[in-house]
């Protein structure tokens, strides 16, 4: 019997842990280019306060730029196939899904460059797999954008652990069971 509370507990508090997600954060917009400078595009990174040439930071992963160019960074596996990006002039807004291959780096960073900046994200407790930006709100004076670059974080830092009230709720109730439990069978006895 208190082998399946404690399963039973053990499992609804990993539903519930689970089910919280963090949301991508945006960083900020910065001057320049996104990569710009020496060492190019393969020696950019970025970090939670923008980016920068030859590290530290997370690296380069793929650039597409609004006419069709593109440009790889640090990771052999990717083709370009693995990303659709998409632009809808009417509500000047970018979106991109990203589905990685067995070997494919983790997206944790993306930069969208537009006119003389760019405007930084960024999620470093779960992979970024999808987003859809409306650009009018981080670049309110143009439209449209020039390029959109993804970044790795290499090894991402273990996500602050963060229960939720409902989690702490049922795991406290399942030791109240346990406890209720232990002292039935100890007055038996």
Same mark, same amino acid.
Request: overall charge negative.
């Given at each position: 019997m208190i082998k399946k509370l404690v399963a039973a507990a053990a499992i609804a508090t990993a539903a519930l842990i689970g089910s919280a997600q963090a949301a991508i954060v945006y960083g900020g917009n910065y001057s320049g280019n996104d990569c710009g400078g020496k060492g190019g595009f393969a020696n950019c990174y970025a970090t939670t306060?923008? $980016?920068n040439q030859g590290g530290p930071g997370s690296p380069t992963i793929y650039k597409q730029e609004k006419g069709g160019? $593109?440009?790889?960074?640090n990771f052999a596996s990717i083709t370009g196939a693995e990303f659709s990006i998409n632009y809808d002039s009417k509500t000047n807004t970018l979106s991109f899904t990203y589905t990685p291959g067995a070997n494919d780096p983790v997206i944790h960073y993306f930069t969208v460059k537009q006119a003389n900046g760019y405007a930084l994200f960024y999620d470093l407790g779960a992979p970024i797999l999808s987003a859809t930006i409306s650009l009018?709100?981080?670049?309110?004076?143009?439209?449209?954008?020039?390029h959109? $670059?993804?970044?790795?974080?290499?090894?991402?830092?273990?996500?602050?652990?963060?229960?939720?009230?409902a989690a702490l709720a049922l795991?406290?109730?399942? !030791? !109240?069971?346990l406890g209720l439990a232990r002292r039935r069978k100890s007055a038996r006895v």
């Open positions: 306060s923008g $980016t160019g $593109t440009d790889f960074g009018s709100d981080y670049f309110p004076k143009n439209k449209g954008w020039s959109i $670059t993804f970044f790795d974080t290499g090894a991402p830092p273990p996500p602050a652990f963060v229960p939720e009230p795991f406290g109730s399942a !030791l !109240l069971g």
